[in-house]
């Protein structure tokens, strides 16, 4: 499977947002994210430090996208930090503030139908969270949710398994060899690997 998701047509309609977070660590808290359990413990949901995310339309063509850092209120926790790459100062340096960038990505997904991710679970609660402490509402209302991780049992024989893992089984290939700044965890390129297996799962 060979894909390419470098030329955005804003003409299509939008149906499928695929998205990835890389964040400052991992939920305490169960279940979706609240007022009241934020209130309670507002560092229960991790942050969000870097956001990616693909509007496809629902042929699979690429309808627009987005990415960035964020800047950080609080200092990124060292043990993130070791699995992501993203310091707080790397953050701060080359981000944008959380509203701008939750506003950028709420405006591109409005008409989507479906939210895709790797663990959705996990990159649903984290937006949720920092739409909470931003002020915005939470912007999945209504969509269909589309686990990757789950979906991809069929093919990668596992139900729990790291996206890697997944990407060589479905038999993703790129265009030309990645930076090796972009190996590993990263948003963006795992935000490219989880819209492939969510492609190669809807069309087979």
Not at 98 to 107: A, H, I, N, R, S
Not at 131 to 140: E, L, N, S, Y
Not at 172 to 180: A, E, N, W
């Amino acid at each position: 499977m060979t894909v390419n998701f470098d030329n955005p047509n804003p003409t299509l309609y939008p149906y499928a947002v695929v998205v990835d977070v890389e964040t400052t660590g991992l939920p305490s808290a169960d279940g979706t994210p609240t007022k009241s359990k934020l209130n309670a413990d507002p560092e229960c949901y991790p942050r969000i430090v870097q956001i990616a995310w693909l509007v496809l339309a629902e042929n699979g063509k690429l309808v627009s996208k987005g990415a960035s850092y964020v800047k950080q209120e609080h200092a990124i926790p060292s043990s993130a930090t070791a699995i992501h790459g993203i310091s707080t100062e790397y953050a701060n340096a080359k981000g944008r503030d959380l509203k701008y960038v939750l506003g950028e990505f709420v405006k591109q997904i409005e008409y989507c139908d479906v939210l895709v991710a790797f663990n959705v679970e996990f990159d649903q609660y984290t937006i949720e969270a920092d739409c909470i402490r931003a002020g915005m509402p939470k912007p999945f209302k209504g969509m269909k949710k589309f686990c990757a991780m789950k979906k991809s049992e069929p093919v990668t024989g596992r139900r729990f398994i790291k996206l890697e893992k997944a990407v060589e089984k479905v038999g993703i290939r790129f265009k030309q060899p990645l930076p090796d700044h972009v190996k590993g965890h990263n948003a963006e390129l795992d935000c490219v690997h989880a819209a492939c297996i969510y492609l190669h799962l809807k069309n087979n």
